[in-house]
């Protein structure tokens, strides 16, 4: 792995919040059902979004006219797969917040204490930009968290990788390893929230 990781980070653009529309002045809120739910505006392309879905987070990178996932299993993942479009993604999951900062991660990684379940990180490997976002479970320890990417299935091959592992197997060849410092909700309906996000 190489640990210079001063270079900034040229992959993930920074794009304003697409606007909410004005929040409903009626006491009662509740959420819309899914065929109700507004458009949302696409992000720019190359950015970065995370999302839940059955209560899992995901993260998804766009790629021009579609967006690649962190979907480990297109078989079990229901309707995600690890290549969707915007209206297709948006669909399917839930609390979609877009990445708006990124800074360094800091060495050695085990020590960087931003480092948890649910957190991302984007980084190159072999040209490749890609990004993936953190699941521990019931396992405890910087070693045993997993990291999801968002690596195809083509890529995976190129670069001898698997969808998912441990950071020292996911990440022994990556460069400028960036984390998502910051995100901002995307608000398609007046009573979304960040709910279900713990960082």
Same mark, same amino acid.
């Given at each position: 792995? /190489?640990?210079?990781?001063?270079?900034?980070?040229? &992959?993930?653009? @920074?794009?304003?919040?697409?606007?909410?529309?004005?929040?409903?002045?009626?006491?009662? $809120? %509740?959420?819309?059902?899914?065929? +109700?739910? +507004?458009?949302?505006? =696409?992000?720019?392309?190359?950015?970065?979004?995370? *999302?839940?879905?059955?209560?899992?987070?995901?993260?998804?990178?766009? %790629?021009?006219? &579609?967006?690649?996932?962190?979907?480990?299993?297109?078989?079990?993942?229901? *309707?995600? &797969?690890?290549? !969707?479009?915007?209206? +297709?993604?948006?669909?399917?999951?839930?609390?979609?917040?877009?990445?708006?900062?990124?800074?360094?991660?800091?060495?050695?990684?085990?020590?960087?204490? $931003?480092?948890?379940?649910?957190?991302?990180? #984007? #980084?190159?490997?072999?040209? =490749?930009?890609?990004?993936?976002?953190?699941?521990?479970?019931?396992?405890?320890?910087?070693?045993?968290?997993?990291?999801?990417?968002?690596?195809?299935?083509?890529? +995976?091959? %190129?670069?001898?990788?698997?969808?998912?592992?441990?950071?020292?197997?996911? !990440?022994?060849?990556?460069?400028? @390893?960036? @984390?998502?410092?910051?995100?901002?909700?995307?608000?398609?309906?007046? /009573?979304?929230? %960040? $709910?279900?996000?713990? /960082?």
């Amino acid at each position: 792995m /190489n640990a210079a990781n001063d270079r900034p980070q040229r &992959h993930l653009r @920074i794009v304003p919040t697409p606007s909410a529309p004005p929040e409903s002045s009626s006491p009662t $809120r %509740r959420r819309l059902p899914r065929h +109700q739910r +507004q458009d949302l505006p =696409e992000p720019a392309n190359g950015s970065v979004v995370r *999302f839940k879905k059955s209560g899992y987070g995901y993260v998804a990178i766009r %790629r021009g006219d &579609h967006w690649e996932t962190s979907t480990a299993d297109p078989l079990t993942d229901g *309707f995600m &797969h690890e290549v !969707m479009s915007w209206p +297709q993604m948006w669909a399917a999951g839930r609390y979609f917040e877009l990445a708006t900062d990124l800074q360094p991660i800091r060495w050695p990684p085990n020590k960087d204490k $931003r480092l948890v379940e649910e957190s991302v990180v #984007c #980084c190159t490997t072999d040209a =490749e930009h890609w990004a993936a976002i953190a699941y521990q479970g019931a396992y405890t320890g910087f070693n045993e968290r997993l990291w999801y990417s968002t690596l195809t299935s083509t890529a +995976q091959k %190129r670069l001898k990788l698997r969808s998912y592992g441990y950071w020292s197997e996911m !990440m022994r060849e990556a460069q400028n @390893i960036h @984390i998502v410092t910051a995100w901002d909700p995307l608000l398609p309906w007046p /009573n979304a929230t %960040r $709910r279900g996000w713990q /960082n």
